[in-house]
């Protein structure tokens, strides 16, 4: 397992959306981020779970989370009307294709997905909407 070519592969996936006017691997907090970088959107890594196998000899199984964060100006307009598109073309990298395989991150991991809840200031900020979207992975 490598950890820098998983999350590497992730943020490949993600930061390509159309739209986006800043894409980084640094976490900035939305105060720092004006209205000319937005859309934003940063990856940040998370913890890292180890589970051992009961068996000797077999490899040990990571979970992996990262977090990615989107960051939108929503001057005049509804909040949701500016995130949600781009929360939808997130998601739906991680939804299985047509045959039901998973988002394996180019065989990198087993699998990749949103899992958790995905969290919005839904106008709480003032002209700022963020958005949080948990990401799992699992790797051997």
């Known amino acids: 397992m490598n950890r820098e070519a998983i999350y590497a592969a992730l943020f490949a996936m993600v930061s390509p959306l159309d739209g986006l006017v800043t894409v980084s691997r640094r976490l900035r907090h939305w105060s720092d981020v004006p209205s000319s970088e937005t859309p934003a959107l940063f990856q940040a890594q998370g913890k890292q779970s180890v589970a051992r196998p009961a068996a000797n ?12 964060y989107v960051y939108v100006n929503t001057v005049d307009q509804v909040p949701g009307t500016v995130l949600n598109p781009i929360v939808d073309a997130i998601t ?5 294709n047509p045959v039901g395989a998973p988002q394996m991150l180019g065989g990198l991991v087993q699998w990749a997905r949103v ?18 979207i948990p990401i799992r992975m699992l790797a051997v």
């Open 57 to 68: 000899g077999l490899p040990s199984k990571y979970e992996l989370d990262a977090t990615i």
């Open 115 to 132: 899992e958790g809840t995905i969290e919005t200031s839904e106008g709480t900020l003032g002209d700022v909407e963020v958005c949080m």
């Open 92 to 96: 739906q990298i991680f939804d299985p």
